[in-house]
């Protein structure tokens, strides 16, 4: 049995997409709303039409922007940024998320329609694990669906395809009946555990040192913490598992804080990315030594390039390094770390979104973001060899939002080349199979 432990179901409907593009794309933050909507309604446009040029895609959104002339300048100084993104699409970084909800839906239902596979292809995969995210309580505006919309849509694909994907329950710990939410999905609707996203602006739990932030509306810091303490002692009482999200990469929150060293808008978004760094994961271990944790995407792409992971720090991340807001550090050896310890024997990762082994060109056109396949195995598979990493490592895609970059299928031929090569074909079942079927298992759901 071949599990994918990290995908996603959810699409543009369930998140603001003004401020995930007003995010994303780095656009001022004085650009109003209804001028990044329409940003939003001419990229599907774009994205449509796959005869458009890069040139032609660009000079199309120049044309839709603001008419205010000091916005419309930075507006223009902004769009070369979407240039990295070919066609088809201006809008390929977003393009997941222009999908109606019937549209995820039927991509999982594709992946199990058939057992025929191309040529070459991949083991196919049996499981996959649809992570769902909350995004109600992560920005200041609303979503279009609301979390609840989002879960039944999951709930909906769940019995689709009749348990060939299984879900886990986002939980925010800003929302008052998350806890209540989470129990009713994984005893009564065949989820199988818990996903938690702190970089949408919380910390797994606060400390004296780093405390949850002062929301200028919403619960208290102290709400906020005995709310995450109630989760995981239920998780610890039903050996539940918990997906955290643990890379550079990904969405930022966007709700507007009280800090006398961090404004809000751009730093508040690079601050709030670091609330789930592998360290600020100890308080919790300290306390739960048991919780079944994997603290994902073991670190991020960043955190595999060949050169020093200091020349990756972007402008505004740099600022508040430098202010000594923010502590930099290469997760990914902190997460291996960790997992070498003897004191938390339920903590994993997972390699969602490593595409490097499935990518023909470097990982990016940007030289300082390139993995070139053949350098990757190199850090990889002396650290799969490791007796006390091996048996923590799960397989994750990442799937829809690979999609950007490369194909499930393609991301299954990778791998699977990768660990042949180094004659760990049989590591690459356990981490696929053994490890995951470990992580799933609970004492509501002993069986998968």
């Known amino acids: 049995m071949r599990i994918d432990i990290h995908s996603h179901i959810f699409n543009a409907n369930a998140v603001p997409v003004s401020d995930f ?35 032609e895609e660009l000079k199309e959104l120049e044309e839709s922007g603001p008419v205010d002339r000091r916005k419309a300048r930075r507006w223009r100084e902004e769009l070369p940024n979407l240039k990295e993104i070919k066609n088809p699409g201006i809008s390929a970084r977003v393009k997941f998320l222009t999908s109606q909800s019937s549209s995820i839906a039927h991509y999982y239902k ?14 196919p995969i049996d499981v996959t694990i649809a992570l769902t995210i909350d995004f ?41 009946d998350g806890l209540e939410i989470v129990d009713d999905y994984i005893r009564n609707r065949g989820f199988l555990g818990i996903k938690l996203y702190p970089a949408l602006g919380f910390y797994p739990l606060g400390t004296n040192e780093k405390p949850q932030p002062q929301l200028e509306s919403g619960p208290s810091p ?14 610890v009482e039903h050996d539940l598992a918990i997906t955290a999200h643990c890379s550079s990469g990904g969405m930022k929150g966007g709700r507007r804080i009280v800090h006398d060293q961090v404004a809000n808008g751009d730093e508040s978004a690079h601050f709030f990315n670091y609330m789930g760094a592998p360290l600020n994961w100890l308080p919790v271990l300290e306390k739960y030594p048991r919780l079944k944790l994997n603290i994902a995407h073991w670190g991020g792409w960043r955190c595999w390039l060949p050169a020093p992971i200091e020349e990756y720090v972007e402008k ?11 502590t930099f550090t290469n997760w990914a050896d902190e997460i291996s770390r960790l997992l070498r310890s003897d004191k938390y024997p339920n903590l994993y990762t997972d390699l969602s979104y490593h595409a490097a082994p499935a990518m023909e060109e470097p990982y990016s056109k940007d030289p300082l973001k390139r993995i070139p396949a053949e350098e990757y195995p ?47 074909a049989k590591v ?4 696929s199979e053994t490890n995951s079927l470990r992580f799933l298992k609970s004492k509501i759901h002993p069986h998968i």
């Open 428 to 431: 690459f079942t356990q981490v």
């Open 378 to 424: 190199l850090r990889m598979i002396p650290l799969m060899r490791e007796e006390k990493i091996r048996p923590r490592v799960l397989f994750g895609s990442d799937m829809p939002v690979l999609s950007q970059d490369c194909s499930l299928s393609d991301y299954l031929i990778g791998h699977e080349k990768m660990n042949r090569d180094h004659n760990m």
């Open 136 to 176: 109600d309580s992560a920005f200041e505006s609303k979503p279009e669906d609301d979390f609840l919309t989002q879960l039944k849509h999951a709930e909906n694909v769940i019995q689709e395809t009749k348990g060939k994907v299984r879900g886990f329950v986002g939980f925010d710990p800003r929302r008052e």
């Open 21 to 55: 593009l007003t995010q994303h794309f780095e656009f001022p933050r004085d650009i109003a709303v209804p001028e990044v909507l329409a940003l939003y309604a001419k990229l599907k446009t774009l994205g449509n039409d796959p005869n458009l040029t890069d040139e």
């Open 110 to 123: 594709d992946l199990f329609r058939t057992d025929d596979h191309a040529a070459g292809a991949a083991d």
């Open 222 to 235: 102290a709400t906020i913490d005995h709310r995450l303490h109630a989760l995981y002692a239920y998780a």
């Open 316 to 326: 505004t991340e740099k600022r508040l390094i430098e202010r000594k807001v923010l």
